[in-house]
């Protein structure tokens, strides 16, 4: 897993990549996972602090903070029947066999500038040379060198061998951000087929963007549907 970071040479302080990278939940990342071929990638932004306080690189996961424990309780419920908010290693792995699913995050490094809050060292604009926020946003910095950089890796993810035939599915609209870049529309137009709202945002709206992630996520897990990108994010956009 070490060799991923080391070929990417990106951020360019090593100890950085080291200690802050996430790996995915994908056969090329986890060696669990090495002879599985997921039908869905799941599309986050990008960890958060929870994602990134285990010091064992093998332990950091996508989507293990309170936004991932909406996120597994409901897959868990849909794939397994189990309204679980365990965010285990374990347990992320089986559900992701289960459902045919990998998790993937746009950028593997933390881009919250509130993470310093918690993780001084891993300041993004620091380190990336840029953030999810003004005024060092990624939209604002695209022409620079940094956010090219950080889509082409995700675009290499997206077409790896083992991931190139997935549905892709973006929670919220700066993972749709990522992704749209990486492929364009015009190759992610086919692959591209939803928008569900960011788990973190769940609640808003007295939680009717929560029952629309389930409908969306019910039709993709349990009922195997494959909606059209277009009218998938209209429904998804709150």
Not at 116 to 122: L, N
Not at 129 to 140: D, M, R, V
Not at 141 to 156: K, Q
């Amino acid at each position: 897993m070490n060799r991923l970071i080391t070929n990417a040479l990106w951020p360019r302080d090593s100890g950085y990549r080291e200690r802050f990278f996430v790996p995915d939940l994908t056969p090329a990342q986890r060696s669990q996972l090495v002879d599985f071929s997921p039908e869905i990638a799941f599309v986050a932004e990008s960890p958060h602090v929870s994602e990134v306080a285990p010091d064992l690189i093998e332990l950091r996961r996508p989507l293990c903070g309170k936004a991932g424990q909406a996120f597994w309780k409901m897959v868990g419920e849909l794939v397994e029947g189990e309204a679980s908010q365990d965010t285990s290693l374990e347990r992320m792995l089986r559900l992701a066999r289960a459902g045919r699913f990998a998790v993937l995050n746009s950028v593997q490094f933390p881009l919250d500038p509130k993470v310093c809050a918690e993780f001084p060292e891993a300041d993004p604009v620091a380190h990336l040379g840029f953030s999810k926020i003004p005024p060092a946003s990624y939209k604002k910095l695209r022409a620079g060198r940094d956010v090219p950089r950080a889509v082409e890796l995700l675009r290499e993810r997206l077409v790896h061998p083992r991931l190139a035939g997935a549905a892709i599915v973006s929670l919220g609209n700066d993972a749709e951000w990522f992704v749209s870049a990486a492929l364009g529309q015009a190759a992610g137009e086919g692959r591209h087929v939803a928008k569900i709202p960011h788990p973190s945002a769940w609640w808003r709206q007295g939680g009717k963007l929560r029952e629309r992630a389930r409908e969306q996520l019910t039709e993709l897990l349990v009922k195997g549907l494959r909606p059209s990108r277009n009218a998938a994010s209209a429904r998804a956009r709150p």
